[in-house]
């Protein structure tokens, strides 16, 4: 799952479709936040983490294009609504 921090001045859904094209070569719309989080870290300071709805990927999926530096590899993931 793409992922990354929110820059300063940037929305988290911002931050979501930079990343996601960043990281899969993909341009996606977040459609709807799914579920938000707190991560507390002792080291890195508290976390509060995002995971947003950007659609189906449909025919998007043949146009996945990996950076090969944050995510190196994929595997299938089937969710259940």
């Excluded at 960043?22 to 936040?33: A, D, I, N, S, Y």
């Excluded at 995002?50 to 990996?66: A, K, S, W």
Aim: proline share 4%; aromatic share 4%; with cysteine.
């Amino acid at each position: 799952m793409p992922g990354g921090y929110v820059d300063r001045g940037e929305s988290p859904a911002a931050a979501c479709e930079r990343e996601v094209n960043e990281e899969l070569g993909l341009r996606r719309t977040v459609q709807r936040l799914l579920v938000h989080d707190w991560a507390p870290s002792e080291t890195e300071g508290d976390k509060i983490l995002y995971v947003f709805d950007c659609g189906d990927l449909g025919n998007d999926e043949r146009n996945i294009r990996l950076d090969g530096v944050e995510i190196d590899k994929t595997e299938s993931v089937i969710l259940a609504t």
